[in-house]
């Protein structure tokens, strides 16, 4: 059975940094696109960052680039989302996807992706 569970969020001041961690069982993911979204309350779940299968080719949403790096450890089949510069406007229940291996690219949208975890929750106060 194929799971990934976030972890490292929490309530931090604006300026501060979070560094989240999804790690995977089940199955290998290092073949695999991963990616983070994230989903304010009232609004959609909105793509973050993504990191292609098999390199570190990685893209991120306009409202993050420069503040967040997606990274990989596959010898820990885990993948982390390092925040910086954090704004309260970053408050949003974070999820970790992964896509099935035979997916080429990595995608912005949720259908990309095959495999979620239950989301971490970050705060980012005044």
């Known amino acids: 059975q194929v799971q990934l569970v976030e972890s490292g969020g929490g309530l931090v001041q604006a300026g501060g940094s979070l560094r989240l961690s999804c790690v995977a069982s089940?199955?290998?993911?290092?073949?695999?696109?991963m990616a983070w979204f994230r989903q304010a309350p009232g609004n959609e779940r909105e793509f973050v960052a993504g990191?292609?299968?098999?390199?570190?080719?990685?893209i991120y949403a306009d409202s993050v680039k420069g503040r967040f790096t997606i990274s990989r450890d596959n010898a820990k089949n885990t993948v982390y989302l390092l925040m910086n510069s954090l704004e309260p406007e970053d408050t949003a229940v974070y999820y970790c996807?992964?896509?099935?291996?035979?997916?080429?690219?990595?995608?912005?949208?949720?259908?990309?992706?095959?495999?979620w975890g239950q989301g971490t929750q970050v705060t980012v106060s005044t």
């Open positions: 996807a992964a896509a099935g291996a035979w997916k080429m690219t990595v995608s912005v949208q949720e259908a990309g992706y095959d495999y």
């Open positions: 990191l292609r299968r098999g390199d570190v080719t990685t």
């Open positions: 089940g199955r290998s993911f290092s073949s695999s696109a």
